[in-house]
């Protein structure tokens, strides 16, 4: 009986002093760990510091392309409008009406099939209204000129 009371007595210490060396070790693994956790740590704020670095760097540097886009965009409609303005002044100079003189055999102006100053003035609406769908379709040939040009450096 005192040798199962000794065999016993032996295995209970056997078993502590393995669940001892067990955790000894595992604290060991646990402070490993909780170490290489803080290099983590630190090596994240690193590189997170670094990115939002070169994100503000790509930030300014797109915001002052997109200024120079926008004053490129506002002078190339200005010197369009200012070109159209141009021509139309100039045709309009040099073709004074659009309804040509009554003929100088025409014995009475007034009886003719139409009313020379309305007609004019429904004509000159036309050529308003055309000159104002004509300068849409210009402003939109610029805007997209300058989307090609943004697509093109986007690649």
């Known amino acids: 009986m005192i040798y199962a009371r000794l065999a016993a007595a032996l295995a209970l210490i056997a078993l502590v002093a393995f669940g001892y060396a067990r955790i000894t070790y595992l604290k060991g693994e646990l402070a490993a760990a909780r170490h290489a956790l803080a290099e983590l740590k630190t090596e994240v ?40 303005n141009r021509l139309r002044d100039e045709g309009d100079r040099a073709r004074g009406s659009f309804v040509p003189p009554a003929a100088s055999g025409a014995g009475r102006a007034d009886l003719a099939c139409f009313d020379r100053p309305q007609l004019e003035l429904a004509i000159r609406g036309l050529v308003a209204d055309v000159r104002g769908l004509v300068d849409e379709g210009s402003q939109a040939v610029v805007e997209l000129n300058i989307a090609k040009v943004w697509a093109a450096g986007r690649n």
């Open 45 to 84: 704020e690193s590189l997170g510091r670094e990115a939002k670095i070169r994100n503000d760097g790509l930030m300014k540097a797109h915001k002052a392309a997109v200024e120079v886009a926008d004053a490129k965009h506002l002078r190339d409609l200005a010197l369009l409008s200012a070109e159209l």
